[in-house]
């Protein structure tokens, strides 16, 4: 049977999924952590039938990364670019990223909280970090401001999942990867913003659900 890898995006965990993963019955489900708010864990066990990746935000981006035959991938909000981009207006001024990380070392709890009202959801109350959660979301936070994907090579089936709403990843970043990644479709709600697993979940839920009957 198909197993299921939930990895949540910048400035969350594994609580994304809380109101997701618990519908898929049988099937092994694992909801990997960053390791933000406490030690990470990203490994994947081993499953004959092999796995569909589900990511929100940067966690789509880091699934589609990995080295991994994935029987196909979900992004929540996902994107290929985060920044703008030279001829590219779309996309979070780098600037903004560049502030947020100054910020970091002095108030980190009002980062997050700011964070957490643009995505739409937020976390009450927020969650402890630690030195080296701390360290892993100001390294993550600088990726951001370089990611731009590339279409990967290999044939993956992928579904994409977002909010017209949606302040920190804009539909036409949405747009843009669905363009890029062959043979995927996107399907876009009309509200929800950016937090899509926590403010929509039985949505998320019948993507993931149909994108599994598809897939046999």
Request: hydrophobic share 40%; glycine share 12%.
């Given at each position: 049977?198909?197993?299921?890898?939930?990895?949540?995006?910048?400035?969350?965990?594994?609580?994304?999924?809380?109101?997701?993963?618990?519908?898929?019955?049988?099937?092994?489900?694992?909801?990997?952590?960053?390791?933000?708010?406490?030690?990470?864990?990203?490994?994947?066990?081993?499953?004959?039938?092999?796995?569909?990746?589900?990511?929100?935000?940067?966690?789509?981006?880091?699934?589609?990364?990995?080295?991994?035959?994935?029987?196909?991938?979900?992004?929540?909000?996902?994107?290929?670019?985060?920044?703008?981009?030279?001829?590219?207006?779309?996309?979070?001024?780098?600037?903004?990223?560049?502030?947020?990380?100054?910020?970091?070392?002095?108030?980190?709890?009002d980062v997050l909280a700011r964070f957490h009202k643009r995505c739409g959801h937020r976390l009450s109350p927020l969650p402890d970090m630690t030195?080296?959660?701390?360290?892993?979301?100001?390294?993550?936070?600088?990726?951001?401001?370089?990611?731009?994907?590339?279409?990967?090579?290999?044939?993956?089936?992928?579904?994409?999942?977002?909010?017209?709403?949606?302040?920190?990843?804009?539909?036409?970043?949405?747009?843009?990867?669905?363009?890029?990644?062959?043979?995927?479709?996107?399907?876009?709600?009309?509200?929800?913003?950016?937090?899509?697993?926590?403010?929509?979940?039985?949505?998320?839920?019948?993507?993931?659900?149909?994108?599994?009957?598809?897939?046999?």
């Amino acid at each position: 049977m198909i197993g299921l890898i939930f990895l949540h995006g910048w400035g969350y965990g594994p609580g994304t999924w809380d109101g997701v993963a618990n519908a898929f019955g049988p099937a092994p489900v694992v909801c990997l952590d960053a390791g933000y708010f406490g030690p990470p864990a990203l490994e994947l066990p081993d499953n004959t039938d092999g796995w569909l990746g589900v990511g929100h935000s940067l966690g789509f981006a880091r699934l589609l990364q990995w080295d991994i035959p994935w029987r196909g991938l979900v992004g929540v909000g996902g994107f290929l670019r985060f920044c703008q981009k030279h001829g590219k207006d779309s996309g979070t001024p780098a600037d903004m990223l560049d502030a947020m990380i100054a910020r970091l070392d002095t108030s980190p709890q009002d980062v997050l909280a700011r964070f957490h009202k643009r995505c739409g959801h937020r976390l009450s109350p927020l969650p402890d970090m630690t030195t080296e959660g701390m360290k892993r979301l100001r390294a993550d936070l600088l990726s951001l401001r370089d990611v731009d994907l590339p279409s990967p090579q290999r044939d993956v089936p992928i579904r994409l999942l977002s909010a017209k709403d949606d302040r920190i990843v804009p539909l036409d970043l949405a747009r843009e990867a669905q363009a890029l990644l062959t043979g995927s479709r996107l399907q876009e709600l009309d509200n929800g913003g950016h937090a899509l697993p926590m403010t929509r979940p039985a949505d998320c839920q019948r993507l993931i659900q149909e994108f599994l009957r598809d897939l046999g």
